[in-house]
């Protein structure tokens, strides 16, 4: 193998919780694929909140499941790296939440914008608690033509499998999508369940855990185009 990808996986590792090792596997299941080799390096988000180091060395971001972690706002700065500087970037799960509340800060300018897991009472919640859990559940996606993550599947209606009890609160829904951070992929409800950001060489935000349906010879689709697009 020519090259290697040093991956950033931000989020605090629990071997017990399938996903964090659902992540190791669908990252080799993908590098496999492209014919590269992947260093990853699982970084803890309370060291983040001072020290960017570890993020600023990756040629790859994934924000992992997994919230709430040690510290929101050590992985909301790893985000804006990687979003600021182009680093490809992926968020599934509390990832993806995170990636919402760190664009809802930054760019949208709403200093207060909350996640209702660390904050239930929160003026501004970007991200709130699930009428109905979608932990264990696996469920269609309807995915815009002609975005990203339609491009990656091939399609644009997919199935797949989640762990969360919180997502993009639907009065936040629109302000993101009109701000730029594009709803690109819903549920039968028409709620978000895919984020993208055009014009970055890869910045996608999933509800879903694209990692739990990886396998070795059909790694994820997502993951083989974030990896690709780090080359």
Known sequence: MDRSLRVAVIGDRDPAFPPH??????????????????????????????????????DVLWCAPG??????????????HGREHGVPTLGTCGGCQHMVIEYARHVLRYEDAQHAEYDPYASRLFVSELTCSLAGKTMPVTLTPGSRVAALYGETEVEEEYYCDFGIDPARQGTLHDGGFLVTGVDGDGEARVLELPGHPYYVATLFVPQARSRPKAPHPLVVGLLRAAL
């Open 67 to 80: 919230s709430p972690y040690r510290s929101l706002l050590g992985a909301v700065a790893a985000l804006r």
């Open 21 to 58: 090792q659902a992540t190791d596997d669908a990252l080799r299941h993908a590098a496999a694929h492209l014919g590269v080799g992947v260093d990853v390096r699982w970084v803890a988000t309370e060291p983040l909140e001072s020290d960017l180091a570890e993020a600023e060395a990756a």
